[in-house]
């Protein structure tokens, strides 16, 4: 059964028929469960890890789920009420991973029972990860392995955001900050770095122009805005907007950070701020 995979064949009820007789008759086969397949009885309503299996899939190449099915005894069918399961399999498809995920969801029947069929495609690279809401991306995005659903490691997460493509955050306006929230004196050393280093289009251009060209501002809306990253470069006090965006410095007095016999535990702590190149210097 190694890297089997599921025939999953989108289309409505019978080609999910189809690929639920192919799967089970593979399960019974082999005796256990595969990574391309999550079997639950959900005979006592939905299972509260059905939001991770269907993250897990769509972080993944795809799979299916069948609710109903009882792995303990041979892959067979159990009563349950299928089409509240299904309804609730849908609501956590929509409603409890984010973002939602596309899935065909339908009832077919094993042995003449019926089951719920839940087929989910690969999710779309630009969106991935996909995570459970309740749990937060970084401890609800899931990955599936041999024995069931894994959590993502941080770096993990990460590197799926990366692969969405080049972040742009940088280049996102202020909507509260204008050009009275930059700094005189480092916009002119700036504009005039510019102009001996960058060439004709740089020493022709006006001030404004010049700071467009390397987004600090952005006047495509039609009217002239700051960019993040020119507030956080140029800007007489960033945090005005952003209170977060500091250095924390922190000095121990331990390398272990333990406390020094009369209690003392820091050395120094201070909250800095300003633009970046205050913040460094």
Not at 132 to 157: C, N
Not at 193 to 199: M, N
Request: glycine letters at 10%; one cysteine or more; aromatic letters at 6%.
């Amino acid at each position: 059964m190694t890297g089997y995979r599921v025939p999953i064949e989108l289309g409505g009820v019978v080609s999910l028929q189809k690929s639920v007789d192919e799967t089970v008759s593979r399960l019974r086969l082999a005796g256990t469960d595969v990574a391309a397949v999550e079997v639950k009885k959900a005979q006592g309503g939905m299972p509260q890890s059905v939001a991770s299996s269907v993250s897990a899939f769509a972080n993944g190449d795809g799979g299916l789920i069948i609710l109903g099915l009882a792995e303990n005894e041979g892959f067979r069918p159990v009563a349950f009420d299928a089409r509240a399961t299904a309804v609730a399999t849908a609501g956590v498809c929509r409603d409890e991973v984010v973002p939602a995920v596309k899935a065909e969801i339908d009832i077919v029947q094993v042995d003449g029972m019926p089951v719920v069929a839940v087929a989910l495609p690969p999710g779309e690279r630009e969106l991935l990860p996909y995570y459970v809401k309740s749990q937060g991306m970084e401890r609800g995005s899931y990955l599936r392995s041999w024995d069931g659903d894994r959590h993502l490691t941080t770096y993990e997460v990460h590197a799926l955001l990366a692969g969405r493509g080049q972040p742009r955050d940088d280049t996102a306006v202020v909507p509260e900050a204008g050009l009275a929230d930059l700094d005189d004196k480092a916009v002119g050393a700036l504009v005039e770095r510019l102009r001996a280093t960058r060439g004709k289009a740089f020493a022709e251009a006006t001030d404004e122009a010049a700071l467009e060209y390397v987004r600090v501002l952005d006047r495509s809306g039609g009217r002239t805005q700051v960019t993040l990253a020119g507030l956080l470069a140029l800007g007489k006090y960033p945090q005005r907007h952003f209170p977060q965006l500091n250095v924390t410095f922190v000095a121990f007095a331990q390398p272990d950070g333990s406390q020094l016999a009369d209690g003392t535990r820091f050395l120094d702590n201070v909250a800095i701020d300003g633009p970046i190149p205050a913040m460094i210097t």
